[in-house]
């Protein structure tokens, strides 16, 4: 890290800015100790004097993108022929045999890609949702740690579990779930050891039970004790596919939320993946817990799994923000891209006056308010310095009028500069230090090797 300075740094005059609130950030803002100091509104001057200043004037400015949900190491199984066209339950069962043998090498080059290429989209802070943890792979979230710290980035990493294997009923086979027991004690020393719980934290722990059909109830019971004791978030999948909705009714005798409120879960600690089937009571019941959603349109749209009702959720007082999710079922982790999915997939759900504004903000202060993580997701005075900058000049904006709108209708897709607490992460839309190249050959090797088995 370069050391922290007291220097200001103005970011001058955008071409345009997304604040995601109601400030006016044409004259910029002034960046000092890793945080905003200053939102200047058109031809406004800084109140004190900036050492520094960067020319925004070919630039659209905006608070870096947050992604509430992902699958790091799902960046080995991208587009694998066997399951390109399948739903989530035969897609899962094809791909637990391959993931079962992910090694620890694997996985830091799977969360290196992931990062790097969410980075690369204007992304500055990710959850992750890790829960394999086969032989050898116990230290599966501190790797990702190092990833996380090596790119410069903010995470949320939450420690997955799945204890309910298929001689219990299960989905995964057996070999891919663990004892609770082991669950909670890592679960406990990780947050221990990483979650950092202030306003500049880089990383961040949560608990997270995979899905209905892969772990036990006690489980559920357990981490949500956990959490509130170590006072960490919680996260889980929850009414993804109607498959998982009949797999709660004929094991547990209950509906999603039922079930969710019978763990202990339905609180506002609590963020769901995906998020798609639930009733009009359902919705108010999570919008009055403040429980919040993780939507993944690009997933739900490639495994079929339906359509999130996203403005009814925001309207019951549901916190929602995007994912890209995992990348065997996206396959790409570019967040621009995903806010440009939420878009379209919420107006045809919902008619063509869902603003581009909307999508932008579900991507930011919407998923910010998802980790719990207020003091991002904003250009605001007081918030991190965490910011995305895009440039309108190639091939695919020329001709567009509107800004903020190119952003999405053009499908902006890579960011010319990303900072991360005050600290340039990507310049002129390169990573510093980081050999993409010679990352993409040993990462494509491990996915080769992988699926050989
Ligand atoms: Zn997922």
Redesign the pocket.
Known sequence: MTPATSQRLWIKNPQAAFTANQLDASGGIVVADGVIAEVLAAGQQPAAPCQATFDASNHVLMPGLINT???FYQTLTRAWGPVANAPLFPWLQNLYPVWARLTPRDLELAATVALAELLLSGCTTAAD?HYLFPGGLEDAIDIEVAAVRALGMRATLTRGSMTLGTDDGGLPPQSTVQAPEMVLADSERLVRQYHQPGADAEIQIAFAPC?PFSVTKEIMTESALLAERLDVRLHT?LA?TLDEEDFCRERFGLRTVDYLDSVGWLTDRTWL??GIHFSDDEIRRLGAAGTAVAH?PT?NMRLASGTARVLELEAAGVPVGL?V??SA?NDASNMILEARQALYLQRLRYGADVPVERALGWATRGSAAVLGRPELGQLAPGMQADLALFRLDDLRFSGSHDPIAALLLCAADRADRVMVGGQWRVVDGQIPGLDISGLIAEHSAAARRLIAG
Do not use: L, Q
Request: proline share 0%.
């Open positions: 949900h992902h699958h949702h899905s999948h993804e993946g995906h993944c997933s994912g999710d995992g079922s």
